[in-house]
C-alpha cells in the first residue's frame, strides 16, 4: 500500500512548527488517516551536519476523518532547527523534505550533496520574544461571564430612571439596575462557586444595557459605579484570588461618543473627521449610514483604528484601565475586524505594563492570523461550542464525529494557546445552554463536564449554574436569579465539584488530551487528560443506555458521575 | 468520480485569502489534480446576507503534480467578505466551507439555519493599513548584483596594502582593491548595459574582503570610500535612474566590532555583556566559541537583538543610510535567524523614512512567516533558482516537472510578492551560472532567458554578463573581467536585449504567468505573461532537436530567439 503523498501536510513557522517555550520547538506533521505506521522526526544543527543528526520519534496525537496528526518536541541545543520527516508503513519508505518525497530508508539521509541543507525544512533559530507566552495564571482560571445589567443591582440609587423590576423580562432596551456594587456585594457567591476571574460586558458610559456603543471610555457608566467603585471589585476580587477582565470595544464606538458628535456637527470640518470611515459629508443616519459602522448599525459609528490620534487615544484607553485599576485581562470586541497593526500595538503597550493581562479577542473563526504570538493570547472558542452542541443537544456529530472535529481545532494552534483558549458554551450573544437543551438537565450536565475537563479555559456564562434559560439576545440576558427557591441548587453543586475536580487534578488544567477511539461509540465519547503521573479519564455517555468503560490503569478511583445525584 | 476531499486546501487570512490592494481580496484554492471541472466563489457580506450573496468564477491558475490552483478576484463593497467554495465535477456537486463539506448544487446555498454566517469562511475586514504593498519601483526594476572589492579599482590609493593584481585567483582572504570609485566610475557601463538597480554586498568598515563581519556600522570600509564616495555613488546613480540597495547584516558583527571587543576585555562587568548571546565568561574562540556565532564562525558574533540597546542602535543605522544617502533598498542578510520582532520594527522605522525603500530578505526557504506585509517586501527566490538549475542543467526535473514547482512556489505568496520576488541564478555565495552549466552558453542563454522573462524581479550576478565562470566561494568572487578581449560581449548584448525586452514589454513586468501544459513536453517549456491586451509567449527548448512551437493568436510577431545570434 503507498503512502498518499496528497495528504501529506507540514508548513515551517506556522502552527506545524513553533516555538512552544524558549527552549522547545513543537514539530506537526498530518498524514493521510491510518496510512503511515511509524513516523520519525530527523534533525539536527544545518552548520553541524550529518554531525548533529538524530531522530526522534513522532507521537500519533489524533486522528480526524481524514487524516493523522503527528507531534513531537524537540531541544535544538543552538536553538536552530532544520529537520525532514520519514514515513513508514511497513512497505514503503518515505522522506518528506521541503522540497519533496524521496523514497529510501530511515537509516539513510535524504539525498545531501552539495545543496544539502537546501532540502531540509527550518525553524531558523528560536527566539524568546518571538514565542507566544500566555499568561500562565489562565491555564488554572476558571472564568465567569458577567453582563452587569443583568447581575445584581447593588446601589439602587444608581439605577436608571426607568429601571425595571428584578425579575422581568428583557427587551433589547430596558433596564433592571445591575452594577458593579452588585457585583462586589456578590463575590462571596462567586468565590464560593470556585470561579477565579470574572469576565464583565462593557462597563464604560454608555447608553444602552449592554453598553457596546460606548460614549465615554474613560469613565465607568454612572449607572453601574464609578472609577472607585471599580476599583472596589478589582481589590475585593483580587483578595479572593479572582481576577477581572474587561471588555474592550475598540472597533466601534457609540453614537454618543464626543468625537462622532463632533463629525455630525461639523461634517468635514471636524478635527475627528478621519476618526472614522466616513464616506460623504454631511453623516446619514437613513436609510443605511453613510459611514462605517458595525455590521449596518448606525448608532455603532466604526472607528478608524489606522488613524495615529485614534489609535492614541485608544492604547492610551487600553493602558489606563490596566495602570490605575490593575485589570487582569482585556477581552477584545469584533477584534477580527479591527487591523492587526493595531493589535500588534495594543500587545505592546499592555505587556509592557504588565505581562500578565490575558488579551482575549471575540472571533468566532479560526483564528491562526491573530494567534502567532505578537497580537492575542487567545480567542473565544465557539467553534468549541458549536461541536459540543452539535454532539450533545443537535446529534449532527456523533462522538467519533466530536473527536473528529475537536482533534482538527486542536491542530490549528500551539499547545500553549490550546491550553488558555477561552472555552464557552453560550453568552450574551447566543441562546442559553439550558435553552439549546430544551430543558434537558441531563444533558447540560455533560456539557459542563465536557466543558470543564477539556483542553483550555472554561467560563460559565452568568446563571447557567443555577439552571437559567432563555433564548437568543435579549433573552438570553434575564436578570441573575437570586432566589434560592428558584435556584436549581443541585446543578450549582454540581458545577461547584466540577470546578474543585479541575483545581485538584493537574492534568484537567494542563495535560494534554488525547481522544481514545477504541472505547468511542457513536453516544460514548471516551479522552484523558495526561500530565506527569496523573491521568484523568473522561466518558461522556450521550445514550439513554448504560455503557461501561473499564479502567486501562490498574490504579485508579472514580472521581465524580454526573447521574450519581442527579 | 468522486472529489477526494482530502486533497482541497484553503485557509483563510493566508496566502490563500489575502489583500492583494486596499479594494481587492484574492481568493485562491487547491484541490486534488483533474478532480474538479468548476469551482465558484460564493461571497458577500455577512451582515447582508443573502441579499448580498454573488457567484464567481474562479480560473484555474496553475496545476502541479498533485494539486489544481484556483484563484479569483473580488471587491467587497462594505471591505467584509465572508465566502465558501463550490466545486462541481460533472457528477458531484460540493460546498467547501469553514465548517467542511456538503453536497448541494450550486443553486442552493450550504446549510445555513440559525448559526448560518459561522459556517463560512471570512475575510472580516480589508484594512489598507494591513496590506502588503511592496515599492511600485520593484516590479519593473533589473538589479546588478556587485561584491564591491571585485567590481573595479577606481581609487587605488584606497587599496589594501596586500593588494593583489587585478585578475588574479580569489583566496578566502586576499584583497583586489574594488571600491566604490569603481562603481561610479563604471556606472556608463551598468547603465548602457540597462540595470535599473544595483545590490552592493556589505560596504561598512570591516577587516574581510567580503565585509560580513562588520567592525563600524557607521562609516564605509575606508578601502572602499567614504561617506561621501557612498554620496557620489548614489547621487550619480539616481542621475541615471538606477537605485542602490545596500546589504545590512544585522544577524552578527565581526569580532573587531568595538561593544564586543569590550565583552572580549570586561567580560561579565563589561556594559554590553547583554549585547550578544554569551554562554559563559570570559569569552573563548577555541575549540567553538562560547557565544552564539553566524554558524560556527567565531568571528561572526550573534547580535543580541532583542536587546533594546542593540536594536535601538541598529534601527538607528538602518534608518542613517536611508534618510542620510537616500538608499532604496536594504538587503537584509541571515534574515531568518533575526527575530521577528526586530523586523516589525525595522520596517516601520524604515517604511516612515521612505516608504519606497525595498526590504528584501535573504532567506532560502519558504518564507511566509515573513511575507505576510509586516516584515518584508520579498526575499531572495533560492527555490527558484535551484528549480531553473534542475531543469535546465541538472535535467533532475523535466519541463513538465519544472512547471509543478514553479506552480507550486507560486503558489506560496500573494501575487504582489510575487511580482517583487528576488530571482536570481547565482550570487556570491553560489558557484556562478556559467561554471555549472559546464561552460555550456547555449544552456546560460536559455536560463537568462528564463530569469527575464519570470515573475518576480530578476538580478544579474556581476560578470555574468560577460561570461564570468567560478566554482563556489571564493572562486565566484573574482575581479570583474573589463578587458573587451576577454568579453564574452555576444553574450552581453543578449542580455541588453532580454533587458530592453523587458523594458518594452508591461506583460514581462506585471503580467500574470500561466504554464501551458498542453505545449510543454519533456524538453520543451512554454508559458505565457499577460496584461492586459498584449501576451508574451515564452518557449524554452533545452533539448537538442528543434521544436516549433505555433503561436495561439493570429496577430503575433517574433521578439527574440537565443539562437538566432549564437
Known sequence: MAIHREGVHHRSKSSYAYAYDEETVHVRLRTMRGDVAECTLLHGDKFDWPDSATRTRMERIGRDERFDYW?????????????????????????????????????????????????????????PTDVHDPPEWVSDAVFYQIFPERFANGDPERSPESVEEWGGEPTLDNFFGGDLQGIIDNLDYLEDLGVSALYLTPIFESRSNHKYNTTDYTSVDPHFGDEETLRQLTEQAHDRGIRVMLDAVFNHCGREFEPFQDVVENGRES????????????????????????????????????????????LDVAAYWVDEIGIDGWRLDVADEVDHAFWRELREEVKAIDPDVYILGEIWHDSRAWLRGDQFDAVMNYPFSYAVIDFLIERDLDAGEFADKATRFLGRYPEQVNEVLFNLLGSHDTPRLLYRCDGDER?????????????????????????????????????MVWDEAEQNTALREFVQRLIVLRDDHRPLRRGRIRFDRERTTSDLLVYRRADGDETVGIAINRGDDQAVVEPTDEQWETLLRTDADS
Open 71 to 127: 507531534q513531537v518536541s524537540v531541544r535544538p541545543p543552538r536553538r536552530r532547527l532544520c529537520y525532514a520527516f520519514h514515513l513508514s508503513d511497513g512497505d514503503e519508505s518515505l522522506w518528506v523534505t521541503e522540497w519533496g518525497f524521496e523514497s529510501k530508508p530511515l537509516s539513510e539521509l535524504p539525498t545531501a550533496g552539495e545543496r544539502r541543507p537546501l532540502h531540509y525544512f527550518e525553524y531558523p533559530f528560536l527566539h
Open 443 to 479: 444533558l447540560l450536565r455533560l456539557a459542563f463536564l465536557l466543558l470543564f475537563t477539556y483542553r483550555g479555559t472554561p467560563c460559565l456564562y452568568y446563571g447557567d449554574e443555577v439552571g437559567m434559560t432563555g433564548g437568543d439576545d435579549p433573552d438570553c440576558r434575564r436578570p
Open 271 to 314: 478635527e475627528y473627521a478621519d476618526w472614522f470611515h466616513v464616506h460623504e459629508f454631511p453623516i446619514e443616519f437613513e436609510p443605511r449610514p453613510n459611514y462605517d459602522t458595525f455590521g449596518f448599525e448606525a448608532y455603532m459609528p466604526k472607528l478608524n483604528t489606522e488613524n495615529p490620534e485614534v489609535k492614541e487615544y485608544l
